[in-house]
């Protein structure tokens, strides 16, 4: 199982047994779980948000490639290629 079902079984399995002690004993124990789920999510969403990155960026480029061949084979130009970045600190293309 990965680091982060696993955190969130164990949140949950947590949050359920201590329903029946001190709400202050609760919140103490809780939020390390909750902590850690947090930190586990967001590390999957880095690397999701990565791969499908990557997965965009290779299909513009076989997209470009089948666009130069069917020119070629048409005998006409293909249209330019724009550079096209994503992720944070870029800026959106002008429209």
Do not use: H, W
Not at 80 to 93: A, D, H, L, V
């Amino acid at each position: 199982m990965s680091a982060p079902i696993i955190a969130f079984v164990s949140f949950f399995l947590g949050v359920t047994t201590s329903a029946m002690v001190d709400p202050e004993s609760i919140r103490k124990k809780i939020r390390p779980l909750a902590k850690s789920t947090l930190k586990n999510g967001i590390a999957v969403g880095r690397e999701i948000r990565r791969k499908v990155t990557r997965l965009a960026e290779d299909l513009d480029d076989l997209v470009a490639e089948v666009m130069t061949e069917q020119a070629e084979e048409g005998g006409t130009e293909p249209p330019p290629r724009e550079e096209k970045r994503s992720g944070p600190g870029s800026t959106p293309p002008d429209k």
